[in-house]
């Protein structure tokens, strides 16, 4: 059976989060999967040391928090429904906390990032105007841990629970949870990106990155930009599509290309590096 893993990022309890989060694991339950939910609050997720010890010894420098144990919940997921609250334009801290711990991964890279693995994430805040990075920044999560991103929902109220006074928040947070299954189960329900969208993670920021392409913020992906009847939509080729950034493919280059190879970059400068720290290292803060 399918397994669908439901994190909500919010410390809020019964917040809305929360209860957007229980609508589309019990729909993706009544599609026949198995589900869990976790609170991320309940977990202790240190800051990473960016020592890359789990790229070079397989295993994370901190041996105290939860991390590895959320990993495995993940890992052995084939779906992920994933809540978190807007603070301040963009998704609770925490949700970057989980994202920048993401090279916990590349130990199980080739077994875990070559499945049918997809996601689907609710963005809540309290204003659609106040909400620029919410899709984007949390759909980065499944991302870096290996999921295809194939809907989303943004819902907006403040207080707790709030949500539940619009039906169309419950019908979109159930349909996640169908999207989810179905894509699980092999039929193609992929939610199709609106004009302005990524079609990779439905992103809406990109960077101007040169020759009048644009970059996706989110994924990473180019594209050209085109205006048809009044509408931005960004023209990529499906080869740029397939090997995003977060792509197996494009996830094995960058660790067999980039990271491991400056390990020993990094060591042939060791001795000049050393020499201009020397200073830092006597002040006395
Ligand atoms: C510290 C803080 C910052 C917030 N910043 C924003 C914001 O930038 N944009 C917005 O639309 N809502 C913002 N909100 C409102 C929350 O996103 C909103 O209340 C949401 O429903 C909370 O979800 P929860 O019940 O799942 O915790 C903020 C709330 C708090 C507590």
């Known amino acids: 059976m399918h397994k669908v893993l439901g994190i909500n990022?919010?410390?809020?309890?019964?917040?809305?989060?929360d209860v957007l989060l229980q609508e589309a694991l019990?729909?993706?339950?009544?599609?026949?999967m198995e589900v869990e939910y976790l609170r991320l609050s309940d977990y202790n997720i240190k800051q990473c040391r960016g020592c890359l010890s789990c790229v070079f010894t397989g295993g994370c420098a901190i041996k105290d928090d939860d991390m590895p144990l959320l990993w495995d919940k993940m890992k052995t997921s084939h779906g992920l429904l994933i809540a978190a609250p807007t603070y301040v334009f963009s998704p609770a801290g925490i949700v970057k906390m989980v994202i920048d711990r993401a090279f916990i991964c590349a130990?199980?890279?080739d077994e875990v990032f070559k499945r049918n693995r997809v996601a689907a994430i609710i963005s809540v805040a309290g204003n659609s105007e106040w909400n620029p990075l919410g899709v984007?920044?949390?759909n980065v999560l499944p991302l870096a841990y290996g999921y295809r991103p194939v809907d989303y929902l943004e819902a907006?109220?403040?207080?707790p629970g709030e949500v539940l006074l619009d039906d169309r928040n419950i019908s979109g947070a159930r349909r996640l949870g169908m999207?989810?299954?179905?894509?699980?189960?092999?039929?193609s329900k992929k939610r199709n990106p609106e004009p302005g969208q990524c079609p990779v993670c439905y992103s809406k920021s990109f960077h101007f990155s040169g020759s009048g392409e644009m970059m996706c913020c989110t994924c990473g992906i180019n594209g050209k930009v085109s205006l048809k009847e009044g509408q931005w939509t960004l023209i990529t080729n499906p080869e740029d599509i397939q090997n995003h950034f977060f792509s197996y493919k494009h996830r094995r280059e960058h660790l067999d290309n980039w990271i491991i190879?400056?390990?020993?970059k990094y060591l042939a400068k060791r001795d000049a590096i050393k020499e201009r720290l020397r200073q830092y290292?006597?002040?006395k803060w």
Not at 26 to 32: K, P, Q, T, V, Y
Not at 261 to 264: E, F
């Open 9 to 17: 990022c919010s410390g809020r309890r019964y917040g809305n989060s």
């Open 281 to 283: 290292k006597k002040a």
């Open 136 to 138: 984007e920044i949390l």
């Open 156 to 159: 907006y109220a403040t207080g």
């Open 261 to 264: 190879p400056s390990k020993d």
């Open 107 to 109: 130990k199980d890279l």
């Open 179 to 187: 999207t989810v299954a179905a894509e699980l189960q092999g039929k």
């Open 26 to 32: 019990l729909s993706a339950r009544e599609c026949g």
